[in-house]
């Protein structure tokens, strides 16, 4: 199965047998996570179930601590976790131990929920995970599926942002022709990409409490924790980026709030948690470069209907920087996916190793499109036939770059193949 984050040990260990009663409950986990939006359940043999108060490892960000207020009567016990990883997803599982007889029987008290813990269950902690001698033995992880609607708001969202910014960038940078610049296109972009992600974001909060509604406390909680600090900031500027443009006209300063937003979705999905250092410049350059990529394309086309001329000495421009941008994203992208998949047999095996797959190829039918663009129809411009195939050809590469970023979209959300089972010096301290 693939995982967002997989607990990779447990203290008490799965199906262990202890001689006296733990005093916290601790879970090592693949990625980092994040304490107030996690949770850990206790099942225990008369069929009580309490929620333990958790926090992370001051020294290790992956692991999970439980604390156990109280003695622990003999016989078996069911812990359920549910996590929510550094990329934005809940992940939960299951997994038993038991105490051996002892003498003191006490019944543990029941322990109150600390006001700054919100739990994000994948399911109810209720009497149907009771411990009994017929629950299983081996420990259990479920993961959320790909939410659909999240995936499309954000990739339609992040493409029709990408497209406004590019376009806006070409008419910013294009000296005397700037007054050429597409204002209502890239108004009209940049307001569906600021209302997708307002979209995406609510679709994210419903991801993550799993149906069971956004209550102000829960709102309130996952937007206090980074990941959610940089989900909101995201859709922040996406809307000031739409204020700059169409409200006070202000492209330069739209400009930057656009690159602005693009640069902070860099630090959100599988880069926040999967060696970020690398990972979160690497997409960042990825949405830059890609965004760069379709805004040029969108202002040929653009050109190529009000001003032919324009259109001709546009072209060189466009396809020079077209061809850094390939070049960036190219890079990006295999760093990327150097970081994300642990073997090359994982470009195969896995959903999100196969996306990649499609990705590359619509890469590298762009990168055809490009080289036909730049050699066979560039040449041949001062044509009113070169001017037309140009135009088509263009069309026909903004459509392979959507579709790429729309699959990016439903990368984000699709877990990555398991990492290695290794556990830090400091977790393999503290579970001994």
């Known amino acids: 199965m693939l995982l967002h984050a997989s607990l990779l040990r447990s203290s008490p260990a799965a199906n262990s047998h202890l001689a006296k009663p733990p005093e916290t409950i601790r879970l090592v986990f693949s990625e980092r996570i994040v304490p107030a939006l996690s949770q850990i359940t206790l099942g225990q043999p008369d069929g009580r179930s309490i929620q333990l108060l958790v926090a992370t490892d001051p020294h290790d960000a992956h692991m999970l601590v439980g604390t156990v207020v109280g003695s622990l009567p003999s016989g078996r016990y069911k812990i359920s976790w549910h996590v929510v990883s550094a990329d934005g997803h809940p992940v939960g599982g299951t997994f038993t131990f038991s105490i051996e007889a002892q003498s003191d029987s006490s019944r543990l008290p029941t322990i109150a929920s600390s006001p700054t813990v919100t739990a994000v269950p994948l399911r109810d902690s209720t009497a149907a995970d009771t411990v009994s001698p017929r629950s299983p033995v081996n420990p259990t992880?479920?993961?959320?599926?790909?939410?659909?609607?999240?995936?499309?708001?954000?990739?339609?969202?992040?493409?029709?942002?990408?497209?406004?910014?590019?376009?806006?960038?070409?008419?910013?940078?294009?000296?005397?022709?700037?007054?050429?610049?597409?204002?209502?296109?890239?108004?009209?972009?940049?307001?569906?990409?600021?209302?997708?992600?307002?979209?995406?974001?609510?679709?994210?909060?419903?991801?993550?409490?799993?149906?069971?509604?956004?209550?102000?406390?829960?709102?309130?909680?996952?937007?206090?924790?980074?990941?959610?600090?940089?989900?909101?900031?995201?859709?922040?500027?996406?809307?000031?980026?739409?204020?700059?443009?169409?409200?006070?006209?202000?492209?330069?300063?739209?400009?930057?709030?656009?690159?602005?937003?693009?640069?902070?979705?860099?630090?959100?999905?599988?880069?926040?948690?999967?060696?970020?250092?690398?990972?979160?410049?690497?997409?960042?350059?990825?949405?830059?470069?890609?965004?760069?990529?379709?805004?040029?394309?969108?202002?040929?086309?653009?050109?190529?209907?009000?001003?032919?001329?324009?259109?001709?000495?546009?072209?060189?421009?466009?396809?020079?920087?077209?061809?850094?941008?390939?070049?960036?994203?190219?890079?990006?992208?295999?760093?990327?996916?150097?970081?994300?998949?642990?073997?090359?047999?994982?470009?195969?095996?896995?959903?999100?190793?196969?996306?990649?797959?499609?990705?590359?190829?619509?890469?590298?039918?762009?990168?055809?499109?490009?080289?036909?663009?730049?050699y066979a129809l560039l040449p041949r411009l001062d044509t009113t036939e070169g001017a037309g195939n140009l135009s088509r050809s263009v069309k026909m590469e903004i459509a392979v770059l959507a579709t790429i970023i729309l699959i990016g979209g439903f990368l984000a959300y699709q877990p990555t193949p398991p990492r290695p089972t290794t556990v830090s010096t400091s977790a393999r301290s503290a579970l001994r």
Not at 210 to 232: N, Q
Not at 250 to 275: E, N, Q
Request: hydrophobic content about 55%.
């Open 141 to 374: 992880t479920d993961a959320e599926g790909v939410p659909i609607f999240a995936a499309l708001f954000r990739g339609l969202g992040l493409g029709a942002l990408m497209a406004g910014v590019g376009v806006l960038f070409f008419g910013v940078s294009s000296g005397e022709r700037r007054n050429l610049a597409p204002q209502k296109f890239i108004a009209s972009a940049i307001a569906i990409g600021a209302i997708l992600l307002v979209a995406h974001l609510i679709a994210w909060l419903g991801h993550l409490s799993a149906g069971k509604g956004l209550s102000s406390d829960f709102v309130e909680s996952v937007l206090g924790t980074m990941i959610g600090r940089i989900e909101l900031l995201r859709t922040i500027l996406a809307l000031l980026t739409l204020w700059a443009v169409a409200l006070t006209r202000r492209d330069k300063s739209a400009l930057v709030l656009g690159a602005a937003c693009l640069i902070v979705s860099g630090a959100i999905g599988h880069p926040a948690a999967i060696d970020p250092y690398w990972t979160i410049p690497a997409k960042v350059l990825h949405l830059l470069a890609g965004s760069v990529w379709i805004g040029g394309l969108a202002w040929l086309v653009w050109l190529s209907r009000c001003d032919e001329a324009a259109c001709r000495i546009e072209a060189g421009r466009v396809s020079s920087v077209a061809l850094i941008a390939v070049i960036v994203i190219a890079l990006s992208g295999l760093l990327q996916t150097f970081f994300f998949l642990t073997t090359p047999a994982d470009l195969i095996a896995s959903t999100y190793g196969r996306l990649v797959i499609a990705k590359m190829t619509g890469l590298a039918i762009l990168i055809g499109f490009g080289a036909y663009n730049r």
